[in-house]
Every structure is written in structure tokens, then in C-alpha cells.
């Protein structure tokens, strides 16, 4: 994924050793260096999550597999909150299982790490003079050394399977800067706008464009701009990364995704195409031609022959059902390679054969690995088939092909990311790696139960409970309902660093997140109901869920709170004014308040457009509008915590502004957690800690006392 790395360390001149015995590559001891093992240690005698465990726990990334299939490389990220900072080192692993060899040992992240193809380096992002560049390193971690010497920084990269080409990209400039306009005026600070999408998610616009380029690898700052020139972004952001930049097997083309449109074009369209660029002609085609929605992160077939991508078909809505396409080269022609509409493919894995296509999808609440089969029939006709391939109350997260297995990430309510093995025939998964199993054994993390309630339209509706440690069904609980954001997010068996169901549950909450209308991984109609009626049926779901579940003799009926954020916000807004005295506390985060206001601040058009209908001002007003929450206001009577980012685009703190400035000004007790400088997210250790104290102790006041 595209992100912006600020590093407040430069990369210092160091002398690398292996010590053998701790299989561990070290540096020079640095004050600001953050270890697994130079933190302070969190208390652990309450036996439970608290957020200092949270805030302890290593975050393991998707691994790499080597040339050979036989070795992973991954990074661990550990976090100090007393210095408000993290480090990610890296980490390799037989794929076979055995003992991680951490590999490096450095002030600041190493990030995106990959094998060169032959095997023989390991190359990764790290900045030197405040810039991130391209770095190899022995498979040790010894002997690094800088590859690139770009002038802003690289975002990403990759090398071509023959080993002759770099592919990277970085932002480049093409709009002038203040200072450029008016040489005069130097200490001006302004921003200048003549069209739409002048910010995006948590960044201005600053007159560059996120470029890729091709350089040769003996020669890696002599590099072919793709995009030359060109105010198009690739990859496309906010959050793009080298997902949408792929070599062909054979190193002759990339096919990379990007939006060419800018302005108001750009802001109110989802028409992402994936093109291939050939480095003998240096012509560019265009493979998605004429579908007017998503088309994202290709995927070259093991010859060549064919291309794999997801995309979306209905323009301008951009959580519509995703298909798999394929581009045939042979006849270039694309089409649908599976058909089923409770399954959303992404993140595809060709086998070696290239007769079967491993894929992730949300499904009823989890994420699975599933795999479509080319099946030869009698009369020599193939057939293609889809089967599921794991099963179990989980969700894997990245997905490679290693050695005759897959190696994926998993996660559960319980249990933060680790590496495992799965068979690609059976789906039985092995786990590889144990990060954080000395934390996980001194805690207890609860449990989580599945639960299917009837909703008020006669569906079947997936509910999960989290249960409390040391859970006692004869005693009785405060319940929290969780609103999901999104609106169309699956409430899976993520575990969050935020909106943790188990931390929730360690502080003796019941917690009640139901798989809502407008979910995917249920149906293409679930999915899509949510869509310009979001006071209607998927409020009813919430509150279906809450009502079934309040009936079990150990929750409090009269105890009872909802949090969320995003939609989830907006959910909790809405609540707060039709709830009918169900609910005693409400926490909104980040959440949509008053759509008018919202309508006129918010930077994709397109999400505003699909949802909601459009303007407002248009005759007749859409029906969405009748949804919004601030017309609700006079019903109020709740306590209200309102949580905002300063730097959140999507959904400008504004919008908490005015539902805390409401609740106050009719006496409602309230309060207003503003963070100057997060965004949608709250990702800074200290801020994330203080995000979780105040929600419990408003939680606390309210729901204990």
C-alpha cells in the first residue's frame, strides 16, 4: 500500500555482526532503538488484555517467499508507547517450520522486504538522508548496501523475474509551488485550488503524482518514467500499492493499475483500468477497456499467457460485488472467469500448472482461502469450479504459493496476525510462526460464540458474541452493540488494534456485532441494501440483534451501549435519536452527522453520490437525506462521547463538532475526544492508549455505575 513515511532517525553508518547463538543481527546499542526485548514490560497480573498488552504485541506483516519456495521473509513491528514510536525489523523462516532468524536490528523501519530473484539478497525500503531508498542485504542481514538514490521518496518496488529491470515508484512533481508562482514571497504559506480531489483521505494535494518507474538494474537511477508528465496517478491512491504493479513472468511487461482522470473527474468516478506496458515497444495497452467501475491488482498466469484481476462492474460504487476477470493474450479477449454472488475474489494465487487460481473472500462472516479448479470433462471440455478450501471461525489475510503450499496470515478475534502453511488440496493449515504466544499464554482472551438471529424481514443474520474471560452465565453484563463502519466492511474475526472485541470483553463488557445488511460474504442483495436506505432495514438488523441478544439472563437489559465508527458513527448518531430507550451510552467515532454538511466536505464524490443519492440541492431531494442524523436531534436524551481525527477527509471532524455542540446545548451529558493530528484512524501509540482509556471510562461511568 501507498503510505507517507516520516522517520525522525537518518540511517547511521553501522557495523552488522551474526550472533549465532541468539540467531539475531545486531547493531550498535542506540538509545531511540526498539526491540521485542528493550521495552518496558506491561503487568500482567490481571491475567487479561489491557491496553499496555495491546500496544505489546509484535504485528507480523505478510511474508515473502524466497526464489526456492523454501524461505519466508517478513517484518515484525514492536512498539514503545513511552517513546510514542515503533520499529520494524525483519525476520526470516524455513517454510518448512523452525526457528524465525531476526536479521535486522536498526533505528528505523525496514519496510517492504523482498528477495532479488536470484536468491541471493534481500532487499528492502529504509531511509538514508531523510529519504527512502531501495536497500540489499545479505539473506543475514549483513553487507547492506543503498541500490537507489532517488530524490523523493520510493513508495514501492519490485524486480523484474529475470533480474534485469528495477520497478518503483515515487511521487514527482508537476504543479508549481507557491514559491515557484510568487519567488517574491517566500514565506507564503497557502494552498491554491481550481478543481476538486484537492485532498484525499489524509493528505492535501501538493502538486505531485505517485509515478512508476523502470530502470535497469545495473543501473537504477537511470529509470523510464511511465507516466511522464502525465497528472495520473499509479499507483492510485490513497492506499495503492505494488499490488497494482506486476512484472510478466519473462520480465517484458508490467501491468500496473491507474485512474486517468484528475479534478472533478477523478473525484466523482471509480474507473480504475489495469494496463500493460511492454518494454520493447514501449506501448501501452489498455486490458479493461469499457468497464466503467474498479479493475485492480492483476495477477500474471505462471507462462504469461493470462492476466487476473478483480473488478467492480457499477460505475461510481466502490464496494459493488468484486469479480475475476482474465485476459487472455492469445485471443485478447477478457472474461468472467466464476460467477457467485456471495463471494468478493481478491488477492489471487496462480498454481504452478496455472490450472487452479487461489483466491481470499469474505464469506458469512470470515475470510477464506478458495481455490477455482479447471476441470477436464469426457468430451475434452474444461470446466471451471469453485470450491472453498478452508473452513473455521478465522480470516486469512495474504495468501503465496511456496514450495507445493500456500503460506498465509491468520487472524481471530483472540489471536493477532502469525504465519501458517496450508495444504492446497485439503486447506489443513499449520502455524509457522509464534510472535506473541508468550504474551497470549499469560492472558485470557475470552471467547467468541456465533449466534444467527431472525431479522425483522424474515433473513437469517450472522451475530458474533464476544464473551468476558472467566465468562459467568449466572451473573449478568453490561453488552456493547458494535456498528460497523464502511458501510460494506465484513465484521470478520479481524483483530484491531482499536476496536478490539477482546479488549473490550477483558473489561467485563458483552459485546454483540452483528453481520448487518450491507455486509459482504452473504449475498450480492445483503451487500447492496444498504446502499441510499441507511436508515432503514440495516438499523432494524442492529437492532434485531441487540434485542435477540439482550434476552439471555446474563445481560443487563438496562446496561446496555452502542459504539462504532465511520458508518458506524452514523449508525450510533441515528441510534441516539431512535433507539427508543434501549441504550445508555453512545460512543461515535468518526461518524457522518449531518449529510447536507457532510455532502459539501467530504472528497470522493463518488462514495456520496452512489450512497446517499447525490446532492442535495437537487429537486426532488433524495431520500437518503430523510436519513440523516441531526434531524433526529430533538429525540436525544442519551450520554454521548463523540470521537474525532483532525485530519480526517473522508468524514471532517466537523461533523463530531456539531453533535457534541448539540448535545451540549440540550444538557445531555457529553464529551468530545478531539486528536489534532490523526486522521480516520487513530495509529500514534499514546493517542491509541488515551483513545482506549477514554472510551472505557465513559463505558465505565455509564454503564457500571
Known sequence: ????????????????????????????????????????????????????????????????????????????????????KGNADL??????????????????????????????????LYPADDVMQIFECDLDGSNRTQ?????????????????KHLLYTRNVRLDPTIEERYPDLPKANAMIYDDLMYRHWDSWADGTYAHLFIAPIDKPDEAVELLKGERFHSPVPPFGGMEQAVWSPDGQKVAYCCKRESGKDFAVSTNTDVFVYDLKTQKTVNISEGNLGYD????????????????????????????????????????QAMSNDKLNPESFVWSPDAKKIYFLSSYEGTNQIFVLETKEESDNQATMQVRMLTEGDHDFNSIAWANGQLIATRTTHQLPAEIYSVNPETGDFSQLTFTNKDILDKIDMGKTVKRWVKTTDGQ????????????????????????????????SQFFSYRWNFSMMAAHDYIVVAPNRRGLPGFGKKWNDDISRDYGGQCMKDYLSAIDDVAKEPYVNADRLGAVGASFGGYSVYWLAGNHKKRFKAFIAHCGMFNFESWYGTTEELFFANHDIEGNYWQKPTPKSYSFSPNLFVGNWDTPLLVIHGGNDFRIPYTEGMQAFDIAQMQGIPSRFLFFPDETHFVVKPQNAMLWQREFFRFLDENLKK
Open 91 to 124: 525476520y526470516t523462516v524455513p517454510v518448512a517450520g523452525g526457528e524465525p532468524t531476526q536479521i535486522s536490528r536498526t533505528v528505523s523501519d525496514e519496510v517492504q522486504p523482498v528477495w532479488r530473484p536470484d536468491g541471493k539478497k534481500i532487499a528492502f
Open 460 to 491: 437469517e443474520m450472522l451475530v458474533w458474541v464476544i464473551l468476558p474471560p472467566k465468562f459467568d452465565s449466572t451473573k449478568t453484563y453490561p453488552t456493547l452493540l458494535y456498528c460497523e463502519g464502511g458501510p460494506q466492511s465484513p465484521v
Open 147 to 163: 541500490i537507489t538514490h532517488a530524490e523523493s521518496d520510493i513508495n514501492g518496488f519490485s524486480y523484474a523475474p529475470d533480474g
Open 296 to 335: 485492480m491488482n492483476p495477477v500474471w498466469s505462471p507462462d504469461g499467457s493470462q492476466l487476473v484481476w478483480w473488478s467492480m462492474e457499477t460505475p461510481g460504487f466502490e464496494s459493488d460485488l468484486k469479480r475475476m476477470m482474465i485476459y487472455d493474450f492469445k485471443g485478447n479477449v477478457s472474461f
Open 1 to 84: 500500500m501507498k503510505k507517507t513515511f516520516l522517520f525522525i532517525a537518518i540511517l547511521m553508518a553501522m557495523t552488522v555482526s551474526c550472533n549465532k547463538n541468539t540467531k539475531e543481527s545486531t547493531v550498535t546499542d542506540d538509545a531511540d532503538l526498539i526491540t521485542k526485548d528493550n521495552r518496558p514490560v506491561p503487568d500482567f497480573s490481571k491475567g487479561i488484555l489491557t491496553e499496555e498488552i495491546l500496544w505489546y504485541f509484535g504485528r507480523v506483516s505478510a511474508p515473502e517467499v524466497s526464489p526456492d519456495g523454501k524461505t519466508l521473509v517478513y517484518s515484525v513491528k514492536y512498539f514503545d508507547y513511552t517513546k510514542n
